[in-house]
Nanobody, 114 residues
């Protein structure tokens, strides 16, 4: 079965932290680069961060130093640690596998209050 399941979102005050998780089916996760995206209300879905199968990472400049992407290959899971959260980080967060660009999970809602 080809699927992605995101979790870990919630309501947090500005300055707080959350850790998002995305567990993928083996066929998606194995030897595949993974990305996190987010979509704020009324806006397009934007790329946030990515990690290759060997652990190389990239981030949108505005998130460098605040967000950290990582992966646990034994658990088919990719994480997004988010620190110093701002109200502008409020969005639904999704993960995606680069070799399966049309496969998306349900996302996880992150709401940051001021």
């Amino acid at each position: 079965q080809v699927q992605l399941v995101e979790s870990g979102g919630g309501l947090v005050q500005a300055g707080g932290s959350l850790r998002l998780s995305c567990t993928a089916s083996e066929i998606i996760f194995s030897a595949n680069a993974m990305d996190w995206y987010r979509q704020a209300p009324g806006k397009q879905r934007d790329w946030v961060a990515g990690i290759t199968s060997d652990g190389s990472t990239n981030y949108v400049n505005s998130m460098k130093g605040r967000f950290t992407i990582s992966r646990d290959n034994a658990k088919n899971t990719v994480y997004l640690q988010m620190n110093s959260l701002k109200p502008d980080d409020t969005a639904v967060y999704y993960c995606n596998a680069r070799r399966f660009p049309s496969v998306w999970g349900q996302g996880t809602q992150v709401t940051v209050s001021s």
